[in-house]
């Protein structure tokens, strides 16, 4: 980032961003954000006025609602956010759930016993889902969504599973605390 420091006198000395390291620097925060972030905060992250980042968020608004861009700055009352446009959504919509569509009912379900309890043993999803899962597992640990974590310290010692990163990247989550709570279900 370049960053230009002018000096009133010995003792007052500023950082300025430039203009258009700025916008950068905007489009940088609002792209890497889940949730929308208030001017405000914004503002201070940068260190920059209020006045300055609200012009260059409406210039970023401007430009990104011309036709050849697929993602949109929005303004909400929770703050500014970086989209996808609503006509482009059915796209993304695609490539997101084409794995989901092509898992079964019963994979969906034991890969989320994993996800949430995990790491957790064949016998345990079997006794949360009241069937058995060993056809379903095997072909969850095929995929490279779930695999095998050591075995637990019981009577059998059973293999542990766990959800692997590229069960993260294809529901693309960074971690499993990005999950939905049971609280965030509705």
Do not use: W
């Amino acid at each position: 980032m370049v960053i230009v420091i002018f000096c009133v006198d010995d003792a007052r000395c500023y950082r300025v961003l430039l203009r258009q390291e700025l916008k950068a620097a905007i489009e940088a925060v609002l792209f890497t954000r889940a949730e929308p972030i208030d001017i405000e905060e914004l503002s201070r992250a940068l260190g920059v006025s209020v006045q300055d980042t609200r012009e260059i968020l409406q210039e970023l608004i401007s430009e990104y609602n011309r036709s050849e861009h697929g993602i949109q700055v929005v303004e909400s009352d929770a703050g500014y956010t970086m989209c996808t446009k609503p006509e482009y959504f059915r796209y993304v919509n695609n490539t997101n759930r084409s794995v989901t569509r092509r898992l079964s009912q019963a994979a969906l379900e034991t890969l989320a016993i994993v996800a949430y309890q995990q790491p957790v043993t064949r016998p345990e999803i079997e006794a949360i889902r009241g069937v058995r899962v060993e056809g379903v597992l095997n072909m969850l640990v095929d995929r490279g969504l779930v695999a095998e974590a050591g075995r637990k310290d019981v009577p059998g010692r059973p293999l542990l599973y766990v959800t692997t990163a590229e069960f993260l990247r294809i529901f693309g989550i960074t971690s499993l605390d990005d999950l939905p709570r049971k609280d965030e279900e509705a």
